[in-house]
């Protein structure tokens, strides 16, 4: 069997729209890291992860014990990594704190590890991972406010999608991407107005895309309080399949469960294994948004799934700016989960950069399948990992920090939360 002969981890910088949410505002660069996992015998397997300082500094941590593995070895991974990140014993229970440092590492190399595996079998990612339940996976349209450009010169276009502060230029952006994608769910970024103008955003798309679910996203920026003031509009005509992350904490959460009669969905307050046990208790959350990317990995996402079954849980898929890697990753991984009830998340149209061969995935009726080719089935673009990453090196951000950005436009923006 081959060993892993050498693994690189490369960040990159791609460009990315001023989005905004309830932190502030999108950089002109985001970040990520491009993992390579290399055999004795020339395959390289392919994985994607967060760029910030932390996650390149507990990937390195861990890159050299990854030599010499199997790729099969999954176990062998796992133990690397706890080890490299301080963690020895791989059997302790979940802390109820959460590890999501730990999760997001071992995440990183196991998609490139699994890739692998599918490369070796010459088989597709979800066939290594038990075989698909179906063919195409759903994702929602994620709709943001945005200004028309960034407020300093970032050294290439705006974006054409133009400014969406009024609720006629938010319609306009889900008509141009439910267009473009065919997507059926429309998800609203919000936390960035006040509810009711938000709420008022939400009944324009409703009128527009009268059968389309649609989904509210305040990330915690809302009070108790306010929730429960704002619910029977937010109620009104049915069409929210679910309410995600109106608060901020877990006992929030529960507190909304308690008068909330639609699902509460979470990517915020149930990030980790060890937070399940609270989670139930408090019955705080009824749909796991579930992100292989710091929930363990693939496998880690499909023990989730089932746990979710056991609890009654719902699961859908928690997204943040990414390239083709991550969606064939998420693409893969979803085509296998039988309970993944909900069309995910995706900021992928955002995106106009790729570092992958061919450029762009296609996500068309609202829906991808997984790439075919073995393992992921997308090929890096080396060209493209040089630009990107010249781009890491020459634009200065090392940490997202959507608070400091918005302070250019606001001097006295403030991040806290809740902010309703
Ligand atoms: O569903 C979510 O909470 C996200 O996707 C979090 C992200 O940070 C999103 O809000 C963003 O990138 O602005
Ligand atoms: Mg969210």
Not at 9 to 21: C, E, G, K, S
Not at 159 to 165: H, I, K, N, Q, R
Not at 253 to 274: D, Q, R, S
Request: glycine share 10%.
């Amino acid at each position: 069997m081959t060993r892993i002969a050498a693994v690189r981890v490369t960040p990159i910088a791609f460009r990315d729209p001023p989005l905004l949410n309830v932190q502030g505002v999108h950089e002109p660069w985001a970040l990520r890291s491009i993992i390579e996992v290399e055999t004795q015998d020339g395959r390289v397997g392919l994985g994607e992860s967060y760029g910030d300082l932390e996650t390149l500094g507990n990937l390195e941590r861990a890159r050299a014990g990854l030599v010499g593995l199997s790729p099969f070895d999954l176990n062998g991974l796992t133990r690397v990594v706890y080890e490299a990140m301080g963690t020895p014993d791989v059997g302790a229970p979940y802390p109820p704190q959460g590890d999501k440092a730990r999760a997001s590492a071992l995440a990183a190399f196991e998609v490139a590890f699994l890739d692998l595996q599918g490369q070796a079998l010459g088989l597709p990612l979800y066939e290594v991972l038990g075989g698909k339940v179906r063919d195409r996976v759903d994702f929602s349209a994620y709709l943001f406010y945005k200004f028309g450009r960034h407020k300093d010169d970032p050294g290439y276009p705006a974006d054409d999608w133009g400014e969406a502060l009024t609720h006629d230029q938010m319609v306009a952006q889900a008509r141009r991407m439910v267009d473009t994608y065919g997507f059926g769910s429309l998800k609203l970024k919000a936390g960035v107005f006040e509810p009711d103008f938000e709420i008022e955003t939400l009944r324009a798309l409703r009128r527009a895309f009268p059968d389309a679910p649609l989904r509210i996203d305040p990330n915690g920026g809302w009070t108790v309080e306010t929730t429960r003031r704002v619910l029977p509009q937010l109620l009104d005509g049915g069409l929210l399949e679910y309410l995600e992350d109106p608060t901020r904490t877990l006992k929030e959460m529960g507190e909304v469960a308690a008068f909330c009669p639609i699902p509460l969905a979470t990517n915020m307050v149930t990030i980790a294994f060890g937070h399940i046990p609270e989670t139930v208790r408090l019955n705080a959350v009824q749909v796991i948004l579930t992100d292989h990317h710091y929930w363990g990995g693939l496998r880690a996402t499909q023990t989730l799934a089932a746990i979710g079954r056991t609890f009654g849980l719902g699961i859908s898929m928690h997204s943040n700016s990414h390239m083709g890697i991550s969606l064939a990753a998420m693409t893969h991984v979803g085509a296998t989960i039988p309970n993944l009830a909900y069309a995910c998340d995706t900021h992928y149209p955002w995106q106009e950069d790729e570092v992958i061969e061919g450029g762009k995935l296609t996500i068309s009726g609202g829906s991808m399948a997984p790439p075919e080719g073995p393992g992921l089935g997308v090929t890096l673009d080396r060209d493209a990992l040089a630009r990107l990453h010249r781009n890491y090196l020459d634009c200065g951000i090392r940490v997202r920090d959507d608070a400091a950005e918005m302070r250019k436009y606001r001097p006295d923006w403030s991040s806290r939360l809740p902010r309703y």
